[in-house]
Nanobody, 127 residues
């Protein structure tokens, strides 16, 4: 079965950096567009980065653009999220996910359009 396992979360001071990893198994990773989301307590799950399967084009909301970088290593079946200049408002549980359809070039912003999810990793940014 499909498994996504996130790692790399932790506690960091404002202005610091973290690199999250998401290791995938049970699917042809290279043919799936991937996304990173986050969810803070009492808030909806929010899209923070996406990467297309075909050409590794990347997408970010304005809230993280210029600070976060998504990348993928298809040889390792892993997607990464490099987070720099972290702010207290970045505190959340971070999830990776695959879109529902193989070979889809569409990078959705809505969580309901993603099919497989990891268990999440906590990121806490102290002020």
């Amino acid at each position: 079965q499909v498994q996504l396992v996130e790692s790399g979360g932790g506690l960091v001071q404002a202005g610091g950096s973290l690199r999250l990893s998401c290791a995938a198994s049970g699917l042809t990773f290279s043919s799936y567009t991937m996304g990173w989301f986050r969810q803070a307590p009492g808030k909806e799950r929010e899209f923070v980065a996406g990467i297309r399967w075909s050409d590794s084009s990347t997408y970010y909301p304005d809230s993280v653009k210029g600070r976060f970088t998504i990348s993928r290593d298809n040889a390792k079946n892993t997607v990464y999220l490099q987070m720099n200049s972290l702010k207290p408002e970045d505190t959340a549980v971070y999830y990776c996910a695959t879109v529902s359809t193989q070979y889809s070039s569409y990078v959705p912003l809505m969580p309901r359009l993603y099919k497989y999810w990891g268990q999440g990793t906590q990121v806490t940014v102290s002020s």
